[in-house]
């Protein structure tokens, strides 16, 4: 790797878009330090075109063990604070024939006429939990949306979803918070995936004993051409997957969706008088502030001459170093998105994003997500047509992570 002075990743993603910029700056593939130890130097892609074509090349692979040399030689252990984002074996780390395997079966569970089928259900707890607000606005209280809003509604829909008790939700949440944290101890990184596999555990059993109309229920039952099943530990591992990714990314969506909309009032207006739609508004938040900003990892499974993808001359990502999709960077480059690139403006005609990735490892929740916040943000707002935010800049805090991108509390008045 030639630059002799790679960008360290901060681990607690306090400046996601500062870090962004500097990635762009340094170039379409800049080296940077992952949290450690051990030091792990990877490649984080931001021009969208690269990492487009990147992310559909058969020589980048998802896969640490047949192709990150680093993790076969045991340099790589539990204690590396990452360890769990590649060592986990699903859908997410899989390569080739493996991964299409995978994916054929969960998505003969997880088909578009199920998620379409819980729009009524979406409807009914986007009410629910904004007669809950209401009431805080009525005590005259500042209600915080992050808490009462962003985040009961994904966590509930996909706890339906899979058929998860509800009194599952908030030790479900504690779990999934911990996982994204990239600040953690990896001890308690460790300890919370141990925990959500004895949840998951305890909800295969339930569901073999009595199985019901949801997700895990057709997970079980799901089987490809040859007729062969999930075994028992990638059943796990893929909802692992699904319920993790399943809800804090579209926590992040709306938590971002509200507090843009919030601190651009010319942008809701845009909305309110019909020239721009609410679909306008998830699309252009999904670039402006990927819910997941980076994304590791993937490797090369072979050399790659960057300038032969349309990259730059003389870049070489070589066998079996690493590779970080830098989605939020991409989302911002001025390259693609011109000088406003780091504007939000629902009426920006190129709205493109990698937000929900791109290629084989395309984002299977992704029409879930776009449909929670098209249902969810009108609603609100709607509803509560004076809102005004509380707290702005540092006083919101950030989640502590250069994974998962949002705010750690989103108070607002009803003014």
């Known amino acids: 790797m030639g630059n002799p002075s790679p960008i360290v990743i901060d681990a607690t993603g306090r400046d996601i878009h500062g870090e962004a910029a500097r990635i762009r700056e340094t170039g379409p593939a800049a080296r940077v330090v992952l949290p450690g130890p051990p030091a792990v130097e990877a490649w984080a892609v931001s021009s969208p075109e690269l990492l487009k074509r990147l992310l559909t090349d058969p020589r980048v692979s998802k896969d640490a063990r047949q192709h990150w040399p680093r993790l076969g030689a045991g ?161 796990l591992d893929t909802l692992v997957l699904m319920i993790s990714a399943g809800h804090e990314t579209t926590v992040n969506l709306l938590d971002q969706a509200v507090h843009a909309l919030l601190t651009h009032p010319e942008q809701l207006a845009h909305v309110r008088e019909g020239r721009a739609t609410w679909e306008d508004v998830v699309e252009e938040t999904m670039r402006y502030e990927a819910p997941v900003a980076s994304l590791p990892l993937r490797y090369a499974v072979e050399d790659l001459d960057l300038a032969e993808l349309g990259g730059p001359e003389g870049v070489v990502i070589g066998k079996g170093e690493p590779i970080l999709a830098a989605y939020a960077a991409s989302g911002r480059d001025p390259e693609r998105h011109g000088k ?29 997500g776009r449909m929670e916040a098209r249902i969810a943000l009108p609603a609100l707002f709607d509803r509560f047509p004076s809102l005004r935010p509380a707290a702005t800049g540092e006083e919101l805090g950030y989640v502590e992570s250069f994974i998962s991108n949002g705010h750690r509390r989103l108070p607002v008045r009803d003014a």
């Open 75 to 235: 340099e790589i252990t539990p204690e590396w604070p990452l360890f769990t984002w590649v060592a986990v074996q699903n859908m997410f780390t899989a390569y080739g024939g493996e991964h299409k395997r995978l994916r054929t079966l969960v998505s003969k569970a997880f088909t578009a006429r199920r998620t379409a089928a819980l729009r009524p259900r979406v409807e009914e707890i986007t009410k629910e939990l904004l007669d809950r607000v209401d009431e805080g606005f009525r005590r005259g209280e500042t209600v915080d949306l992050r808490e009462e809003f962003c985040y009961p509604l994904p966590i509930q829909v996909i706890s339906e979803l899979f058929g998860l008790p509800e009194e599952r939700g908030p030790l479900l949440r504690e779990l999934v918070d911990k996982i994204f944290d990239t600040s953690a101890d990896p001890g308690e990184m460790t300890a919370a995936y141990e925990q959500l596999y004895g949840v998951l555990g305890e909800l295969v059993a339930t569901k073999r004993e009595s199985p019901g109309e949801d997700l895990t229920t057709g997970l079980i039952a799901a089987r490809d051409e040859d007729d062969t099943r999930l075994s028992e530990q990638e059943l």
């Open 340 to 368: 406003d690139a780091d504007r939000f403006d629902v009426t920006r005609a190129d709205k493109e994003h990698l937000a929900f990735g791109h290629g084989v490892h395309f984002c299977l929740g992704a029409p879930l």
